[in-house]
C-alpha cells in the first residue's frame, strides 16, 4: 500500500477509490473520542470487503477460549473487543437504484481525514444507471467535547437529473465480530424505539450484561429547506428513519444525523434508552454547525500541547501527526475503569484493552504531552486491578499477595491465550512499576504511593521474590521458563531484561517504602498492617536476591546474553535473510524462528533504554552494534527503542530509516496487516522516538534534558514537553537548539550537559 | 475406583451396579476384534451417564484444530477417532414401561468381561412398576474370526407376572463424538433400508468421505421357539427391527441380532450397504452357537502363545491377562493402514491412532508373542507414510528429504495441537528407527531393509542432520528447542535423551547402509539414486555429528543431564510432595508443573533402558538413584522402564509397587480417568515390566538372555517368548528356572550370564 495515501501535513487523504485497499483505509480513517469509535466505512451500503465496526470503549465479551489442551492455571476466557451497534447505516435508493459503490460508477472520489479539527470527510461523483450522475458529500465526526454524541452530514445533488430518492437511515444492533473463536453472535436484542423524531435500538451481550444503546434524530433538508416527511419504524434488532422524496435536478438533498450512543457502564440498563435519547435531543439542540465548531477548537487545543513539527520533510511530518491523533482520539483519561487497547476502536484483532504497551509506551507519551492526571489514570486502573492481579498469582500456585499483572485484560483477569505468554511474558510486571517510577519521575507528585502504589509495587515485588529462585548449583539466584520481549523465544532461562528489571522492582519497591516510612510513617504502618507486610524478612530476602542475581554475560562478546544459551544459536544476521522471507514470521515455520537467533523486538536493548544511566556509552555501543543486526523488528514496538538508542549513538542514518518505519507504520502498512486496524500503542513509541530520539531527551532522577540531533533530511523540527507542571518548547533549526518556556514556573534544564534556566 | 471389580484369573467382574462407575466400566468392559470395537455400554436405553462408543479402524475425521494463535508450521486439523454407528441399540418397553437401568430398581447385577474366550456377558433382576419383575441375561461379543461381524443374545425372562413386550432393535448413525472442538457432528447421512429381515444405514464423514455401514438380523425366540412376526423399518439415520408381543410368566424371550460393520476402507462407498448385508447373511447362516464356539478357539489360541501365568497374587495375574487381552484385541495386524490408538476403540481422548508409543512400547509386545509379520506390518505403516513425513519436515523448513514423522497421526501429516510437543517432541522419530533394530533383533530377518527401511532411516537421519547444529560457542553440535519424553519440559536445550538416540540413528544409520552396500550393492545403489543420497559428504558430515556432540553431564551428581540447567531448577523429590498434591497434573498450575524438577514418566532412563548395553551397571544405578525420587509416573508409559531397571538394580520392592501401578493402572484408576478409555498401548509396557523386568528377559544384538528374580509375593510365573522363529517357555517357580523349546529350532539362549542350550 505504500503511498496509497497523498502526503499532506495535516490531512491522510485517498483520491480516487480501490476497492483492494478499501478495508485498510477503513483503518486508516477510524476516529474516536475515547468513549467510543468506528473504523473510517462508509455509510451507504456497500458489497465490497468491509469491515464494519463500531467500537464502545470498556464494553467487551468474555469468548471461550481456544488452546490445544487446557491445563490448570490457563485463563477461560479471552476478552474480545465487542464490534457494536452499527450507528452510520444508510440505504440509499435512487430511482429504486442502491447506492452502492461497488456497483456504480464513481468519479473525483476523495476521502479525507481532517486530523487538524478532527473530521472525516468524503465526496464522489457516482453514475448510476442510465447516466444518472449524482454529487455526494460527507462529513461525520465523533465529538469529543460530547463524549456519547456523534454527527454525520450527508449531502445528495443530482447533477442531470430529477427523481425519486428513497433515503433510509438506520441503526442496526445484529452485529457479527469479525474475531470470534466458535463464530458466534454476542448480542442478544433488548428494545427497539421509534418516538416522535428519535429511533434506537438497545442491545445486552450474552454475557457479562454489558447493555449499549445507540439511536438518532434526523433533520432533512432539501438545499437549506427544512423537511418533515420523515417516517420512523422498528423491526427486530433494526430502528430506521426514512425519508422519501422526488429529488429535482441541481438541488442539494441533505440529512444531518445526530446520534447518541451510551452504554451500561454509566446508566443502568433499564435507563439506557433515555440517556440515549437525551444525547440525541441535546445534539439536535445544539446544531450541526455548533458541535462541529466545538469540535474544531478542541483539538485546536490539543495539538497546542501534543504537536510535533518537522520542517522540509512532508512524510515524516504526517506520520507523527497521524499517530498523535489516533493516540489522542483513542484515550482522554476521563475514566479509570478505560485504557488503550492495541487496535483502539480500529479493529479486533488482539482481544483484551490492556498490554504492557500501556506502561512501557503509552504513559511516557501522556507525561510528555499532557495533563499528569490522565497518567495518573492510568496507574489508578491497575492499581483497581490489583486484587485481579493477586488472584491470577495466586491461581499459579502464588502465595502471600505476589502480583501478577495479566499480559491481556479488561477487567484484571488474564485472558491471553498460550501458556508460553501468559505465565512466563512476565517482565510486563516490571513495566507495571517502571511507570510509577516515571510518573514520579515527571511530575513530581508523589501522592500515588499512598493511594495505592505502594500496595502496586508490594504485589509485584512479592511475586519476583518467589518467581525468582535460588540455583544450588550456581549459588546464585535465577529466574527459569520466562518468555522476554522478543517474543521469538519461549520458555528461555535467564532472561537478562527479566532478571535486571525484576531486581529493579526489589530495588525501587524497598526504596519507596523506606521513603514513605520516613514521610509518613502512620500511612506507612497502615499500608504494612493492610498488606500483611513482614518488614524484615520480606526486605532482606529481596535484598539477597537483587544481591546475589544472575545475568547472563558473555566474554567474548562483551554482551549481556539474552539468555542463557543464546550463544548455542547458529549466529546470523538480518542482512542475511534474503527479502522473499520477510517478515519471517510470514514465511518461516514457528520452529524455525524459535530456533533461530532472530530478534523480534528489543530485548536487551529495552532494559538498556529502560535502565540507560545505569550504564557506560562503550555498554550500550556494545550491545546495540550486537544485537540490532540480529533484531528483525517484526513488532510495532521495536523500531522506536532502537531509534531512540541509534541516534544516541550517533547513527543517524539508522536512526532515520526506523523513523520512518515506525512513524508510517500504519500509513504506508509496512507489515501488510493494517485492514485489520491500527498499531494504537506504539504509536506512543513513535512520539518517543522523535521526542527522545532526535530530541535527546531524557528524564532521570527527577532531571529534565536535551541532546538534540536532527536527520539531514529535516529542516527543523519542534515539540513542547510537560514536565513537572511546566511547558517547555524545543525548537530545533539548523545547528541551533531554542528552549523556551510556554508556561509553569522557571526551571533548570541540561542541554548538551550544560544547565539552562528557563524564564 | 479402586477394587471396584472382582479379582479373578480370567475374568473381570463387576457385582452389583453402581452408576457412579457407569462410564469407567464400559470402558473397562471394552470388547474390539482389531478391525472395530466398542465399549462396554449397554444395549437397552440407558439414560444415566454414559460414553456410547463405537469404532471402527482407520475411520477418522480431520476436526479443526484449536490453537489460541495460528502460526506457520502449524498442523491444520487434528484427527479425531470417530465416533460411529451405534449398531447395539435396543428399547426394550414391557407394559409400555422402558427398561432403563437409571430407572428401575436393578438386583443380582454381574457383568463379566471373561478374557480367555473374548466375550461380554451380563446379567440382572429388574423390578418394573407394580412390582413386576425381569430376569435379563445378555452376551455379545465381536467376532475374532469375521472381522466384519458382531452377535448379541439378548434374553429377558418375566418372573412374576405375564404381559406386553415391545422390543425395537435398531441401528442408529446419528452419533456425535464426546470430542468434538467446535461440537459438531462429523456425520451426513447416506441412506438406509429394510429389505426382508435385514436393516441397516450407512453414513458418510462431513470430510474425507469415509462411509460406514452398519445393520443386522435379528432372530427372536419364545423359549426355543422360533417366532416370526418381526416388523422392519426405516427413517432418517435409523433403521429397527421390531418385535411385539404378549409375554408368557416365566417363559425366555430371546433376540438374538447378527450384526455387520463395514467402511470404504475395504469396499466402495456405493456398494457398502450390500457388503454390509452379505456379512448379516453370513452370520445368520452361520449361527449364534457355531460364531461363538470359533470365537473361543481364537482366544484360546491367542493365550497359547501371549499368556503371562503369575502364580500366588490374583491381582497381578487378572492386571496381566486384561493388559495382553486389550492389546490383542486392538491390533491384529491384518493391515498395514492400521495402528494402535493410545484408546484402541474404548474412548475418543487424544485423537489419532498412531503416537510413538507404538514403536516404544506395542512393538516389542508383538515380536515378544506374536508371529513377525504383526511387528512387520507396524513397521511397513510407517514406510508407507514417509512422504508424509518428508512433508511434515518440509514444512518446518528442513530440505532433502529429512524426514521427521509426525506425533500423532492417522494418514501421516501431524495434526497434534501444541508447538511445544508436534515441532519438539522429535524423540518420536528415534524410536520408529529403534523399532527397525528392534525387529532385526528379534527376528534376524533383515528383509525390511532393501523394503523401505533403508529410505525410512535415512529420512529420519537427514533430519537429525539437519536438526542438531554447531554451536561456535561450545564448539560442538547441540539439539536446541526440543521436549523429551518428559513432557513436564518444554523447549529445552540439548535433552540428553533426544541427543543419544538421534546420534545412535547416525551410527546406526550409517552401519545399515555399509551392510547393505556390501550385501547387495545394486540394489542399495537403486536406493541411492532415488533418494539422491550423497554418500560421502552425508555419510562425513552424520559421523562429524555423532563423533561431536554435547551431552549434559553432571560432574557431581555424576550423572547425565535431563537436559542444560536441570540443576539450576530447585531439586525437590516426589516424597516431598503432599499426597493431595498428587497427580501434580491436576492439582498445580501448568506454570509451576514446567518450572519445578518433577519428571512425568523416564526421559535419560528411557534412553538407559534403550541402551542399556552401552553403559555399565553402575551408570545405571547412580541415574536411576537420582532420576527415579523426581519421576512421578504420572504417564501411563513410564513406571514400567522403572518396573525393568529397578528388578535389574534388585530394588524388588520398587519393582513390585511400580508393577502393580502399571498392570492394575486402569483396573483399579489410578490416574482417574479410566472413564474416559483405556490406556492401551502401555499395556503393551506392562507386558515389558513382567518379560523384561522379572523375567530379565534382554535382546541384545540379535542375542537373547534371561536373569529372572521373583517379587515375594509371587509363587511362581511363566511367560512364553517367540525369538528367531522359536518359541521359547520360560517357567519361574521357588529359586529354579526353566527353560524349554516350545516349537522352533534348536538355540542357545542366556541364562544369568550362562549360556543354554535349547533343544
Redesign the interface.
Known sequence: MKKYFSENEWQIIENGFDPQFHESAESIFSIGNGKMGQRGMFEEQYSGKSLQGSYVAGVYYPDK?????W????PEYFAKVLNSPNWIGMNIEIENECLDLAKVKVSNFKRVLDMQHGLLQRSFHAELSGGKQIAVNVERFVSATHDEIACIRYQITPINFSGKLNWSNYVDGLVKNMDSN?DEIFWDRVAEEAIGNHVAIQVKTKKLDFSVAAGFEIKCFENDQLQEQIAISSKPWVASADWQLQMKQGNTYTVERFVGVVSSLNYSSDSLLKACRKNTQQAVALGYDALRQMQMEYWKNIWSHCDIKIDGDVAAQQGIRFNIFQLSQTYTGVDERLNIGPKGFTGEKYGGSTYWDTEAYCIPFYLGTSDPKIAKQLLNYRFKQLPKAIENAS???FVKGAALYPMVTMNGEEC?????IT??EIHRNGAIAFAIYNYENYTADLSYRAEGGAEVLTGIARFWAQRI??????KQY?M??VTGPNEYE????NNWYTNYIACWCLKYTSQVLAEWKQSDASAYNAFAAKVEFDEVTELTKWKHIFDNMFFPFDENANVFLQQ??Y?????MLASDLKPSERPI????????I??SCFIKQADVLQGLFLFENHFDLATLKNNFDFYEPRTVHESSLSPCIHVIQAAKLGYQEKAYELYLRTSRLDLDDYNHEVHEGLHITSMAGTWMAVVMGFGGMRVVDGALSFAPMMPKQWKGFSFTICFKGAVIKVQVKDQNVDLSLVSGNPLTVKLFEEKVQLN
Request: charged residues 30%.
Open positions: 477460549t481456544r488452546v490445544g489442551w491445563k490448570n492455571g490457563y466458535y491461581k499459579l500456585g491471553h491465550n498460550e501458556w508460553e505465565f512466563e529462585t535460588w540455583s544450588e548449583n550456581k535465577v527459569l521458563g519461549n520458555n528461555i532461562n542463557e544459551g550463544l548455542d544459536k547458529e549466529q514470521n510470514q514465511h518461516w515455520s514457528w520452529d524455525r524459535l530456533r
